[in-house]
């Protein structure tokens, strides 16, 4: 079992929608939870950044963080085709080693 | 330079041979990693390096592959007698202060015939 699992879709939906994207993680000692953006044949780029549990909001973007039952979340409003990209959660504990999900392809529709 | 560079960015290599893949990361970031990113796979953690702390090859996948970093600054992961599945792309990010964001760069792909 992966320490972190993600569905790598295609997840397809049609512009304005609100799309939530999921991860679940084995590794209780995990602290720092952040979701990264790449766009075709670039690398990824730090889009939020979670510490520990709760919620955060960066305009259309709120990400959450139940460790509790270890699951994390990105939710997009109002989505846009700009946003169709792969969606990588990634995760670490206090060290620098960090683990990402095996991202989720988005398509937003025009 | 102002962000990571990695080189080459396209490699076709014939089976059995090696190749060497090279990082430039941030100035000043003491930390950089290797990650292998190959389709259904997501961001496989290889290696990391942190200062003069002995690197975390954890995540090297056999002993044919291999990774060093010069004077605290350029890296060059070297893979042995390379196989057909190998081929992906080979993605570095370094990191400086702060919250541990990676900054990464656009990557090396790999393909072995």
């Known amino acids: 079992q992966k320490e972190v699992e993600q569905d790598p879709g295609p997840l397809s939906v049609p512009e304005g929608a609100i799309v939530s994207l999921n991860c679940t993680y084995s590794?209780?000692?995990?602290?720092?939870f952040m979701w990264y953006r790449q766009y075709s044949r670039k690398g990824p780029e730090l889009l939020m950044y979670t510490y520990s549990s709760g919620n955060k909001e960066d305009g259309r973007f709120t990400a959450q963080v139940d460790k509790s039952s270890k699951y994390i979340s990105l939710f997009i409003r109002d989505s846009q085709p700009s946003d169709s990209a792969t969606y990588l959660c990634?995760?670490?504990?206090?060290?620098?080693?960090?683990?990402f999900g095996a991202g989720t392809r988005l398509f937003v529709k025009a | 330079g102002a962000g990571v560079s990695q080189s080459p960015s396209n490699k076709v290599t014939e089976k059995g041979k090696d190749v060497e893949l090279r990082c430039d990361p941030i100035?000043?970031?003491?930390?950089l990693y290797w990650y292998r990113q190959s389709l259904g796979q997501g961001l496989e953690f290889l290696i990391y390096f942190q200062g003069n702390s002995a690197p975390d090859k954890s995540g090297l996948p056999s002993d044919r592959f291999s990774a060093e970093r010069t004077g605290g600054s350029v890296s060059t992961l070297t893979i042995q007698r390379t196989q057909q599945e190998d081929s992906a792309v080979y993605l570095c990010a370094s990191w400086g202060l702060g919250i541990g964001e990676l900054f990464f760069g656009e990557g090396s792909r790999l393909t072995v015939l």
């Open positions: 100035s000043g970031h003491t930390a």
């Open positions: 990634a995760m670490r504990d206090g060290g620098f080693k960090t683990i």
């Open positions: 590794n209780s000692a995990f602290q720092y």
